[in-house]
């Protein structure tokens, strides 16, 4: 909640450009200030600055809910809690599909999906809501220079064709989907915590990160003294802001990660450098001294509501492992790849 802008707290226009033109944006910015250097730059009293403290302490200060007040507030929404994936049996065992107001992970080795996905989730975000859809635009970071407009026209021509009947129906989908290919981590983070403002001028219903691995495995050697304390910093700082937009403006965030060896006896710092591009499968090697996991680790992990594990099986099948989830089991879906991006195979279920 640190991360609101003023500018949603209540100060007057005036005030927050004075506080803007020294780097004063957010209420963490203007809570660790202290009330001599509020005073100087507002030009305000003691009192009136104390006055300034308390109402931006209060904006930004998570509220005591209870449970009941949580269902209550939950079932009078006026809009779905879940964003559709359009694969029904998956969406049965989530309870609606990609959950609103947290983050998804999908985790998986090169080619099995993950963009695909991330690109589907991307059509069905733009659709009317009387279809699954929540009518709104998609904010799309590309670190892998992975996003193919085409297939994205191509997957909602050929699995929404009655609704995608026109040019403007598809020219206004693809208009709606905001691409930005950030390659560092710094990129990454400074898109992240400028997007409240975009969330509200452009209407976005959901955020991809697609991958969140990628430039941080490749910016952080964590055998390096300290590497590991500041890629920690860094997840930490992007993860948190992540999950203040999901949770302030009630929509899904979507991510995608990597895997890597974990090493029997070995440091999981040292066994987060295996290249993702080997084919490896998430399961224990045969001698039981290695296996294969999401990638950033432990403490990443905590970070993420639900979590998704694609899953090579040969030839064309895959499979959709949901690992972690707070309302569904440990259940596996096999799917393929196909013109319409990703089919569920009978039994859809095991």
Not at 5 to 21: H, T
Request: contains cysteine; glycine residues 6%.
């Amino acid at each position: 909640m640190s991360s609101k802008k003023l500018r949603r707290v209540g100060l007057s226009p005036e005030l927050c450009d004075r506080l803007n033109r020294h780097q004063i944006v957010t209420c963490k910015d203007f809570l660790c200030l202290s009330p001599l250097e509020l005073m100087k730059i507002t030009g305000l009293s003691y009192r009136g600055v104390h006055e300034l403290l308390r109402v931006v302490s209060r904006a930004c200060a998570p509220q005591m809910q209870t449970a009941y007040e949580v269902k209550a507030q939950r079932s009078a929404a006026l809009s779905p809690a879940f964003l559709s994936t359009s694969l029904s049996a998956l969406d049965e065992a989530l309870r609606g599909g990609v959950a609103r107001g947290s983050i998804t992970e999908i985790t998986g080795p090169p080619g099995c999906g993950k963009t695909q996905f991330c690109i589907m989730m991307s059509v069905l975000a733009t659709l009317p809501t009387d279809m699954g859809g929540l009518e709104g635009a998609v904010v799309y970071i590309d670190t892998e220079s992975a996003f193919s407009a085409d297939r994205l026209i191509e997957i909602a021509e050929s699995r929404f064709p009655r609704y995608f009947n026109t040019e403007e129906k598809l020219l206004l989908t693809s208009s709606k989907v905001h691409l930005y290919r950030e390659l560092s981590c710094d990129e990454v983070l400074q898109r992240i915590e400028s997007l409240e403002e975009e969330i509200i001028s452009k209407g976005v219903k959901l955020v991809i990160i697609d991958s969140v691995a990628s430039v941080v495995r490749k910016e952080f050697d964590t055998q390096l003294q300290g590497n590991m304390r500041e890629r920690n910093k860094l997840l930490a700082r992007e993860a948190a802001t992540l999950k203040y937009l999901a949770e302030e403006f009630s929509i899904p965030v979507i991510l995608t990660n990597q895997i890597t060896t974990h090493l029997s006896g070995a440091l999981a710092s040292q066994a987060d450098l295996v290249s993702p591009a080997d084919d490896l499968s998430l399961s224990e090697g045969p001698s039981g001294s290695s296996c294969v996991t999401a990638a950033l680790g432990n403490t990443w992990s905590h970070s993420v509501t639900t979590r998704l594990i694609f899953q090579n099986l040969g030839s064309e099948r895959r499979q959709i492992l949901i690992a972690k989830s707070p309302v569904a089991p440990f259940t596996s879906f096999v799917y393929t790849i196909q013109k319409e991006g990703l089919v569920l195979q009978g039994p859809q279920r095991s």
